[in-house]
């Protein structure tokens, strides 16, 4: 099973500041990584795939980058919906596997 | 527009089973493989398993192997998931998820069913 590991655990960013959040895999997924954004009481919402690929609505602030262990995933200009937490997800093999999540919280 | 809709929430006693479903709309049904996904109170996402719903495959994570069933039926556009043996461990709030990108990213998520395990 793939361990995927989420650093730091807690963010605090101010509004408007830059963030980056950092996703670490035990073994290379290749470019099969996601990133979700989760708010209290709501169900994910899928923001990258293929480690780098916006999903359909998602504002441009919101990029990812890297490939086979390492991915982060940058908030240019954090606005006050941008605060969640946010999980990476390997769908290179099965079992699919997420990160334990970082809560990105306002500073 | 596209949406999963699930079934509302459940109090279980240990050693009971519990049927959670979710109805699909406004996609094709049999095109997209369907997962299932759980967070536990104040907890991260686990992965329980995936149904193609065009044969009605499946594949389990190994730590449900034996308690999980995932069924799907074709004329009304719905998933299943069934977890036996329930124990307190058990007590989460129980999503269904598209699968797209190769099958496994999840785009489209339904609204997670609380399922509460207790004596």
């Known amino acids: 099973e793939i361990v995927m590991t989420q650093s730091p655990a807690t963010l605090s960013v101010s509004p408007g500041e830059r963030a980056t959040l950092s996703c670490r895999a035990s073994?290379?997924?290749?470019?099969?990584l996601a990133w979700y954004q989760q708010k209290p009481g709501q169900a994910p919402r899928l923001l990258i795939y293929?480690?780098?690929t916006r999903a359909t609505g998602i504002p441009a602030r919101f990029s990812g980058s890297g490939s086979g262990t390492e991915f982060t995933l940058t908030i240019s200009s954090l606005q006050s919906e941008d605060f969640a937490v946010y999980y990476c997800?390997?769908?290179?093999?099965?079992?699919?596997?997420f990160g334990q999540g970082t809560k990105l919280e306002i500073k | 527009q596209v949406q999963l809709v699930q079934s509302g929430a459940e109090v279980k006693k240990p050693g009971a089973s519990v049927k959670v479903s979710c109805k699909a709309s406004?996609?094709?049904?049999?095109?997209?493989?369907m997962h299932w996904v759980r967070q536990a109170p104040g907890q991260g996402l686990e992965w329980m398993g995936i149904?193609?719903?065009?044969?009605?495959?499946?594949s389990y994570a190994q730590k449900f192997q034996g308690r999980v069933t995932m069924t799907r039926d074709t004329s009304t556009s719905t998933v299943y998931m069934e977890l036996s043996s329930l124990r307190s461990e058990d007590t989460a709030v129980y999503y269904c998820?598209?699968?797209?990108?190769?099958?496994?990213?999840?785009?489209?998520w339904g609204q997670g069913t609380m399922v509460t395990v207790s004596s």
């Open positions: 073994q290379s997924v290749s470019s099969n």
């Open positions: 293929g480690a780098s």
């Open positions: 149904i193609n719903p065009s044969g009605g495959s499946t």
């Open positions: 997800q390997q769908y290179n093999n099965w079992p699919l596997s």
């Open positions: 406004g996609y094709t049904f049999t095109s997209y493989y």
């Open positions: 998820a598209r699968g797209v990108y190769s099958g496994n990213a999840f785009d489209i």
